[in-house]
Each structure stands twice: as C-alpha cells, then as structure tokens.
C-alpha cells in the first residue's frame, strides 16, 4: 500500500478506511500523505493528530493546536475535516475535546465536546458537513452519530440516549456499563 511513496517522511502511524479505500499517513511533524485509490495526493496539512478516517475514505478528520490541560489532566484542538476529493480542509471547532470526536460513516458529520472546564461541566455538539455546530446538550457526549444526524446517540451522566435528529431523546439504557450497543453501517 505504502512502497513507492517517498513524500511522508517516514510516517509514525497509518490510518486506513474500512473499505480499504483511503489511507492516510502522518509523519511526526504531523504532514499528512493521503492515498486514495492508489493515488497518493499530499494534503496541506501540518501538526495533524488523532487522525480518523470516515468508514469510506472520503473524509479524514484530525486535530491541531492540541494542548494538556494541566489542571484536568484532559487534552484539547482545533477540530478539522479534510475531503479527500477535493483535499479541502475545513476548520469546524476550537477547544474540542480529544477523545470525544466521532465520525458518522460518510464522514460529513462529526460529533465533539466542547466547552470543557470540568467532569461534570462541558456540552456535546455536532456539525452537518461542516456548518456551524449544533448543540446536542450540557453533559451530553456522543459516542455515534448516523449520516446528517438522522440518529444521534449519547452518554448523559450514565444513561444512554437515541435522538432523532433535535426531538428529545429516548432513553435506551439506565447503566451504560452493563450495556453493548452495536450499529449497522448506515
């Protein structure tokens, strides 16, 4: 997959597509090389970490400017997505929290949290193909979002929610740590 490309420097990780379609290398300065479809395209990305590749390669998402918070121990971005058609590069959030960014499986929404001061304090958002980000709620983190945010579902203190698109949610579970929630591809 990787033998004839000499524009990342050697990369310290690899990140492919489930489809196997898209690969994405970033070398320690954070430079990303993307290869799709055989191509191998460089994206003008620098400082690039925690890289996800949606499900079939046609968005990466990645963040930069990340910093620890020495107080909460949490670490911090700028939240972007690259389009690897067009090699795009769009900015979508500041202040993300590392962990909490998921991807929908066509790679045009991504869900984060956001406004961070503490465990119990910090807000769940999410973004349509890039457009402003909509708030899900205070002490509401989403851990998998379908395409367009048809189903959002989220964590609120132990419990487990479904929202369809901004109706109220509907609670699927009283003790996430006793419950496995898989999902489909769509």
């Known amino acids: 997959l990787v033998t004839g490309v000499q524009t990342c420097a050697l990369p310290i990780y690899v990140v492919i597509s489930q489809d196997m379609s898209v690969a ?23 400082d690039a970490k925690y890289v996800q590749v949606s499900m ?23 939240l972007n997505l690259y389009y690897t058609k067009s090699g ?20 045009e929404t991504v869900a984060f949290v956001s406004d ?9 958002y ?12 205070k002490e509401k983190q989403v851990f998998a979002i379908a395409d367009d945010a048809k189903y959002i579902y ?3 203190v132990d419990r487990i929610y479904a929202m369809k698109k901004k109706k109220d949610g509907e609670k699927l579970a009283s003790d996430m ?8 591809p769509d």
């Open 24 to 46: 994405c290398l970033v070398n320690k300065d954070g430079e990303m090389t993307v290869i799709r479809n055989g191509k191998v395209k460089e994206a003008d990305v620098e």
């Open 177 to 184: 740590e006793e419950v496995r929630v898989l999902f489909n």
């Open 88 to 107: 795009k590069v769009k900015e979508i959030a500041e202040d993300v929290l590392v962990d909490s960014v998921v991807l929908s499986p066509d790679g």
């Open 116 to 124: 961070y001061d503490a465990s119990d304090d910090f807000k769940g």
């Open 56 to 78: 079939y390669g046609d968005t990466i998402v990645f963040l930069t400017d990340v910093e620890t918070d020495k107080k909460n121990y949490e670490t911090f971005g700028t």
């Open 126 to 137: 999410y973004s349509v193909k890039g457009k402003e980000p909509v708030e899900v709620g």
């Open 154 to 156: 989220y964590i609120d």
